[in-house]
């Protein structure tokens, strides 16, 4: 009678401890636990140690390399995305010896507009899409709008995490979401928006940048630039240590993109400095280090030639 007791316990026990979730499992592999002060340390150590190394020509020529020119405006016409797309083309003759950016970002319908306009080798099209900036839209429309986008000749889209699930803990639809986001890509490079300024806290942004990368990210990116605070040096160490564990575990290497409050070329060098101390030097090109901004192109050229100049 008692050992009929102890399997019925047994059983009982076995029901109530139900298989790992492949997400926890996911998640196990990493240091969760990390803490917002050890953050603000480390940050202001590389800051007040390491940037200074990197303030020079070949590292501002570097980095207009690998600005992403936005605009994302309200505004944005086919006439002012063509005459935004031309300035690059314009770029290429006024300064040939300069790396052209790396990429023209816009909404999805001004896709085509960029992609017949455009005469630069080596520039990316890359839209904004699943709703962009909020995510608040049915998985259905997400997709399809991107899959238009890529039609309409983007060659990388830029998704915002569902923040609102995120924060419920409903990691399983954020995780859903992204993979659906990323099959709608087909072949073309896919970034993901943590928005970090409504993560809060070192914790929340180091586990959305696991759940972006194990669910399909190509990049990760800081913020979408609509929301106050947008990128911070502290969101750009945390995301930079999570690709690092990410690349220790998988072997796959993703990318960064830090966007939204890069104001001034020291900002440029203080994501460019944390990039290369925590994840080195292989990070350290256009493929993996991209910087999302429409007026920090202007700023860079103008160091970089020597004289104040509003090009873009």
Not at 223 to 233: D, I, N
């Amino acid at each position: 009678m008692a050992e009929h007791n102890h399997d019925h316990e047994h059983h009982h026990h076995h029901v109530e401890m139900p298989e790992k979730s492949r997400i926890e499992e996911a998640l196990s592999k990493y240091n969760l636990d990390v803490k917002d002060e050890d953050v603000k340390e480390a940050v202001k150590k590389i800051i007040a140690e390491k940037v200074h190394e990197n303030d020079n020509l070949e590292v501002k020529k570097f980095l207009m390399g690998s600005v992403e020119l936005t605009t994302l405006k309200t505004t944005d016409s086919d006439e002012s995305v063509l005459a935004f797309t031309e300035r690059v083309n314009q770029f290429e003759e006024a300064y040939p010896t300069l790396p052209h950016v790396a990429t023209i970002c816009v909404y999805p319908r001004f896709a085509k507009v960029v992609s017949e306009t455009l005469e630069v080798e080596g520039v990316e099209i890359a839209c904004v899409s699943g709703s962009f900036p909020s995510s608040q839209a049915l998985i259905e429309v997400k997709t399809i709008e991107t899959g238009l986008a890529i039609k309409d000749g983007a060659t990388e889209i830029d998704m915002v995490l569902s923040v609102g699930a995120f924060l419920s803990g409903d990691y399983e639809t954020v995780c859903d979401e992204i993979q659906q986001m990323k099959e709608a890509c087909d072949d073309k490079k896919m970034k993901v928006i943590l928005e970090t300024g409504c993560l809060k806290t070192a914790a929340n942004i180091k586990t959305a940048s696991i759940l972006a990368m194990y669910s399909g990210a190509d990049y990760i990116k800081t913020s979408t630039g609509k929301l106050e605070p947008a990128a911070t040096p502290e969101a750009a160490y945390v995301m930079c240590q999570a690709i690092k564990e990410y690349y220790e575990q998988t072997g796959i290497q993703i990318g960064f993109k830090p966007a939204g409050g890069l104001n001034s070329v020291m900002d440029a060098l203080i994501y460019y400095t944390i990039v290369k101390e925590v994840l080195g030097e292989k990070w350290l090109t256009n493929q993996w280090f991209r910087m999302g901004t429409s007026r920090l192109a202007n700023l860079l050229l103008s160091e970089v030639i020597g004289e104040e100049v509003k090009f873009f």
